[in-house]
């Protein structure tokens, strides 16, 4: 699309894994260069212990991994509709408010955008999943409210939301030559998003668009969810997950779930964690998998791990064999993922993603042989298995492929161009 004058507002797309700003301007392109001259900023914060600063994106990743003291924070989106978002963590000797921590990563978004375009913002359209929360008006009511104020302390005057899928449908839109029905697919890190959309190139500039959405819905599992599913089925069960107590009783869940899970594994460093599990150790029958958990522990090694389960997850959507080499915790240790193991293990959440998508289509009253396209955008959209499922729900439907990370950014910067001139 051409415009005259750049955007007074920005986009911003602050994403579960990686965040992208979106700014229109004439002749060039819609989303900001963030880090290293790439669109994306890696949705993550690392807090240098020996340099006392925050440190973000691929720069927090690289420094964790070179064995910097630290903490690493990832997956920050996810903290919005939760109960973590009213507590406070420590960080670099001090207890730290959760929503501050939103603050200072999307003040570092602003920041960037700021110095790339080399004016202030003072408006922006947010990009928001279709919930937040699933089933629970009030929490997702709150955690829009939340962004709202960390944008307002920020300096933003003027902040109004878009849905993510939305956003990416109007992205779409700006490259077709005829009107379609459109299903946007939008799989995040931390949720699934759907929006039935009607597309046309001679509607693109028209500012009220309410009637061409027929239906929104969504759930809230994502990337991190197939992460965790996959790591609790392929790795965990090499650290004592599933191990029987002396009692018979299996031994407690919770250690492997805080370890298969972003957010919370620095649970597992607490020194109350750790004598639990110390005094666990004795009623285990076989306490091979709980020691290499306590050498993983000695190493804080858990986000190692968990980056290792992302990158093997990403592999099997091409390969049907991905091992993991954890000889780090003890030589000669491989966890053997395949393919089949891992669409065995996120099959529940699938199903749960399809009965979403089911009941999306029943609301706008239209059948699945009506859709034509099927539009996938979002990180985690390249998961062969959920790509499969759910075109075999439209079989009429041709798939395209969105930018994969770049889509919604540059919807919401339409939005915005729309919105604020």
Not at 117 to 129: C, D, H, K, N, Q
Not at 286 to 302: K, M, P
């Amino acid at each position: 699309m051409s415009i005259l004058s750049p955007a007074r507002a920005c986009g911003i797309d602050f994403g579960t894994s990686n965040s992208t700003v979106g700014w229109l301007r004439p002749g060039q392109p819609n989303l900001l260069e963030l880090e290293d001259g790439r669109i994306t900023l890696p949705s993550v914060i690392f807090f240098n212990t020996e340099e006392r600063r925050p440190v973000y994106g691929r720069q927090a990743l690289q420094e964790y991994l070179e064995g910097y003291e630290g903490r690493l924070m990832r997956s920050l989106k996810s903290l919005l509709g939760s109960r973590l978002l009213k507590s406070e963590t420590t960080v670099l000797g001090s207890a730290l408010p959760f929503r501050e921590l939103l603050g200072f990563f999307i003040g570092e978004l602003k920041k960037r955008a700021e110095s790339q375009a080399s004016r202030t913002f003072e408006e922006v359209v947010l990009g928001r999943p279709v919930f937040f929360v699933d089933d629970d008006s009030a929490a997702d009511q709150e955690a829009q409210n939340t962004l709202v104020a960390v944008a307002h302390k920020l300096g933003f005057k003027e902040v109004s939301f878009q849905y993510e899928p939305i956003a990416a449908a109007f992205d779409y839109e700006s490259t077709l030559e005829r009107e379609e029905l459109v299903l946007i697919i939008d799989i995040g890190g931390g949720t699934s998003d759907f929006s039935l959309v009607r597309l046309a190139p001679q509607r693109h500039h028209q500012a009220d668009r309410q009637s061409d959405i027929l239906a929104t819905g969504g759930v809230h599992i994502g990337g991190n969810d197939f992460d965790k599913q996959l790591s609790l089925a392929g790795v965990m069960p090499l650290f004592g997950y599933g191990s029987r107590m002396k009692s018979d009783a299996f031994m407690p869940t919770s250690y492997h779930l805080n370890l298969a899970t972003w957010h919370t594994i620095n649970a597992l460093y607490a020194q109350k964690t750790q004598l639990a599990l110390q005094n666990m150790r004795y009623d285990i029958v076989d306490a091979t998998g709980i020691d290499r958990l306590f050498s993983l522990i000695e190493q804080r090694a858990g986000h190692w791990l968990a980056m290792r389960v992302e990158d093997s997850k990403i592999a099997l959507s091409e390969r049907d064999l991905c091992p993991i080499d954890l000889s780090r915790i003890e030589p000669g240790l491989v966890a053997e993922l395949t393919r089949e193991l891992f669409e065995s293990a996120i099959e529940p959440l699938l199903e749960r993603i399809r009965a979403s998508l089911a009941q999306l289509l029943s609301n706008a009253d239209i059948k699945a042989d009506q859709v034509d396209t099927l539009f996938f955008t979002g990180g985690s959209s390249g998961v062969s298995a959920l790509r499969r499922s759910l075109a075999a729900m439209l079989p009429n439907a041709r798939s395209v492929e969105g930018n994969t990370f770049g889509s919604i950014g540059s919807g919401l910067a339409i939005e915005a161009w729309k919105r604020y001139g």
